[in-house]
């Protein structure tokens, strides 16, 4: 009797129950560490700003020497960014430009579109307050915080932040190592033959190429072991080799329970091996398992079902490994713009794109097999099993950004 579907939560559960945290970690400047994860956390050694700084180009001044509109001051200074300028002289104002230092004694910037210059001096065309156009010193960072915890995947915005508080170099975890290959021997490669000479039941492998980018979009390091045949003594020489020097195995076809379906039975030769079948659409076979120091992971041949299974349960593994607590895919709440009458025991993941209205629209088929459901898609609904979608009902989309980051 074949066992029931595993849940995909439960899956993935257990999956990352595996991923233990990479040994190893690299020292990487910050220059250059765009996509890794942070393996320490980053603290400021300094407050930033540094100290109280002009927002604005304009006019340093001492509230209290500004009573009314068209007060007029004279100007005996001129501070810009990156100098120090002297402690404000009473009833005087000075020259400030975006950045510079505000001097000792004022307390509020005007822009210079309220002022209006004259001949060494300034007439004030607005009455200012306190802490007006003012960047105080620390309102950004304090010193000794913690700007980036641990686990942090670094994308521009906190390689900048690293930046900001003169950090030249990172920890970050070590890059996990991959060894990919596809099974089959319907497969060939782009470029080896031309599409009028295939041979009968021959097809072009998609996807070594979409797993290999996206493994690459992960921080990992790819040994590409191409096509296995559909030999028994082939895919286990080809997994033998895999093992060694990797932290993971990634093959795509050859995990149902077919005749010429040999990586469950060559696994299981070299080490262990669960075989699943998940509750999702697409992508319900999958498989995992361990051989000697390297984890195994075994995808559906589909490309659709590839394509979301590594999207589901290969990217936050593979993120886990290196680190990162967070690894579940944000959702948004949308509009359906498009019913789907039929439920399914399995949870589906359907290719949506957003339309003009704001709403989503479905791509007309869903098959497995239909990778341009892939590139039309802005990303995927998440409907859960047995439920079904009117028009107008509230979903959960996930992008394709959020799944191929």
Not at 41 to 70: H, I
Not at 261 to 277: M, N, S
Not at 320 to 340: H, N
Request: net charge negative; aromatic share 6%; glycine share 10%.
């Amino acid at each position: 009797m074949r066992p029931p579907m595993k849940p995909l939560d439960a899956a993935l559960a257990e999956l990352l129950a595996h991923a233990a945290p990479l040994a190893g970690g690299d020292t990487v400047t910050t220059w250059n560490a765009d996509g890794r994860v942070l393996q320490t956390a980053a603290v400021s050694p300094l407050q930033v700003p540094p100290q109280d700084n002009s927002a604005m180009d304009g006019y340093a001044v001492c509230c209290a020497d500004v009573p009314q509109a068209g007060t007029v001051l004279p100007v005996l200074q001129r501070i810009a960014a990156g100098s120090a300028g002297e402690p404000l002289a009473p009833g005087s104002a000075a020259r400030i430009f975006t950045g510079a230092p505000v001097p000792p004694g004022a307390d509020a910037v005007l822009m210079q579109e309220d002022c209006e210059a004259l001949e060494g001096a300034v007439r004030i065309n607005a009455v200012p307050h306190p802490g007006q156009w003012i960047r105080r010193a620390g309102e950004d960072i304090t010193l000794g915080s913690e700007v980036l915890a641990a686990g942090t995947r670094l994308t521009p915005a906190e390689l900048g932040l690293a930046a900001s508080i003169g950090l030249a170099t990172l920890q970050v975890a070590r890059r996990p190592r991959v060894a990919l290959f596809s099974t089959g021997d319907e497969l060939v490669m782009p470029g080896e033959v031309a599409p009028q000479d295939m041979r009968p039941g021959a097809i072009y492998n998609s996807n070594r190429f979409f797993l290999r980018a996206m493994l690459q979009r992960l921080g990992c390091e790819v040994s590409d072991f191409g096509i296995v045949p559909d030999q028994r003594d082939a895919t286990i020489a080809a997994l033998r080799e895999a093992a060694e020097g990797h932290d993971l195995i990634l093959t795509s076809g050859g995990v149902s329970v077919g005749e010429e379906d040999h990586i469950k039975p060559a696994v299981e030769t070299l080490g262990r091996l669960d075989l699943w079948q998940i509750a999702m659409k697409p992508g319900k076979p999958f498989a995992y398992g361990r051989i000697a120091n390297a984890h195994f992971m075994g995808l559906p041949g589909n490309p659709v079902s590839s394509f979301l299974t590594f999207a589901v349960l290969v990217r936050p593994f593979l993120l886990r490994l290196q680190g990162v607590a967070d690894v579940a895919p944000k959702t948004i709440a949308a509009r359906a713009d498009f019913p789907c009458a039929k439920a399914d025991k399995r949870r589906e993941f359907l290719r949506v794109r957003h339309n003009e209205a704001g709403g989503l629209d479905l791509f007309a088929n869903q098959s497995s097999g239909v990778l341009t459901s892939a590139v039309w898609g802005d990303g995927v609904v998440d409907n859960p099993a047995g439920e079904t979608i009117a028009v107008g009902d509230t979903v959960r989309f996930i992008s394709f950004a959020e799944l191929l980051s």
